[in-house]
């Protein structure tokens, strides 16, 4: 990929997978609290309906939230794309930790964006972020979520 992915791009891609299901509340939503209009939420769903007991593959969140603001994402422009990942993909793309005491590396400021770092929150969960992916990052994230998908639906067919 040779420019920044958009949201659109990447919900486009989760829309395309087998069984995926896109909830993507729009301002107004009366069902949905108001912090998440805006925000898509990914789930591996085949018969269309937002699971209740299990968390989504991956999210795309366009503010902070009050419990999350390190990634700086109100700010015009900027979003933060999240996937849960297993633990080798986790330590293969960040060296085996969630902060740099684990990994040995200095640590990288979370809200500097086309980087993939653990999530600010939810890194010792095995998630990780890109605050708006670019070049460097874009093919990575498609993969990431692709791979998120595959694992969603394993846990799926593993509890019918």
Do not use: C
Not at 9 to 24: C, K
Not at 71 to 90: C, E, M, Y
Not at 123 to 131: D, E, F, K, N, Q
């Amino acid at each position: 990929m040779s420019t920044h992915l958009s949201i659109d791009q990447i919900i486009g891609t989760v829309r395309d997978l087998e069984g995926s299901l896109v909830v993507a509340p729009a301002v107004g939503d009366p069902d949905v609290p108001e912090l998440a209009w805006g925000d898509a939420f990914f789930y591996y769903a085949p018969d269309g309906v937002m699971p209740r007991t299990v968390q989504p593959f991956g999210t795309i969140v366009t503010k902070n939230y009050p419990d999350d603001t390190a990634s700086d994402l109100d700010p015009a422009g900027r979003w933060r794309v999240n996937i849960h990942v297993d633990r080798a993909t986790f330590r293969e793309l960040l060296g085996g930790g969630a902060d740099s005491e684990a990994t040995g590396q200095e640590p990288v400021d979370p809200a500097t964006p086309d980087v993939v770092l653990p999530h600010p929150v939810y890194g010792s969960a095995g998630w990780i972020a890109v605050v708006t992916p670019g070049t460097r990052t874009a093919d990575t994230v498609l993969r990431l979520l692709r791979e998120a998908h595959a694992a969603a639906r394993t846990r799926f067919e593993r509890r019918r």
